[in-house]
């Protein structure tokens, strides 16, 4: 399954072509899609992009065989081949649930060890260093991975930032050291542990008062019977 996706990847790569790749987590699903795109008309792989219409596995299969016949039991890449005479313009695109995402054919493909889960309260992705896919194909000159969500992040590596969307850029200068890393903390529960908090200094000082009271009256009390004694 892997030499699948690594057909259309490298077709690309080998033409010089950089990649795109979104990732979009604001939802309860996760939504992947990459975007590839050639001008130069003159290279070998030109007609064979433009022309693309294979199946494209959406989930990675470690046993990696030799030959792949398309399995309707099976999730697909979505594929919109839009390219002209002039240009390509190859888009795959796939919704997976928030267990299924970290078993994406793509991410699989470039990055070897990857931690990835996606939930109603916290984003955690932790991928190894290294990124393969330069290693592969070794006219690829860059690829721009854009992450997006509506959850807060409190730690991420990304080059930069635009209100939720997270991005990195890897060529093959930095490869071997571009992980990708973000992790986001649940505001919900953070709320509630503030509150809490606040419910439990609201009790201490409820019971330091109340113990206060007790003390003044007891005084109170012993210096009026002391009084009435004498």
């Known amino acids: 399954m892997k030499k699948v996706v690594l057909a259309v990847i490298s077709a690309f790569i080998l033409t010089g072509c950089t990649a ?14 990459m975007t590839i795109t050639e001008n130069n008309t003159n290279d070998t792989y030109f007609e064979y992009l433009k022309n693309y219409s294979e199946y494209v596995p959406a989930i990675y299969d470690s046993q ?16 919109s081949n839009l390219s002209t005479d002039n240009r390509v313009n190859l888009n795959l695109n796939h919704t997976f ?31 190894s260093r290294k990124f393969l896919c330069f290693d592969k194909y070794i006219t690829l000159e860059s690829v721009k991975i854009n992450i997006k969500t509506d959850k807060k992040i ?6 930069s930032v635009n209100n939720n969307t997270y991005t990195w850029v890897i060529t093959p200068n930095n490869k071997d050291h ?15 542990n503030e509150s809490d908090d606040i419910s439990t200094k609201l009790k201490i000082i409820l019971i330091t008062l109340g113990a206060f009271i007790v003390v003044i009256i007891g005084i109170i009390i012993y210096k009026t019977k002391k009084y009435n004694s004498n």
């Open 20 to 33: 795109e790749y979104n990732l979009d987590l604001t939802e309860s699903k996760s939504i992947e899609e």
């Open 97 to 127: 649930n928030n267990n299924s995402i970290k078993n994406s054919n793509i991410i699989k493909t470039c990055y070897e060890n990857v931690e990835l889960d996606n939930n109603d309260a916290n984003i955690n992705i932790k991928t």
């Open 154 to 159: 409190v730690n991420h590596n990304a080059d």
């Open 64 to 79: 990696d065989p030799d030959i792949i016949e398309y399995d309707p039991e099976k999730e697909y890449y979505e594929m």
């Open 178 to 192: 571009k992980p990708i890393i973000m992790t986001s903390i649940d505001e919900n529960s953070n709320t509630s």
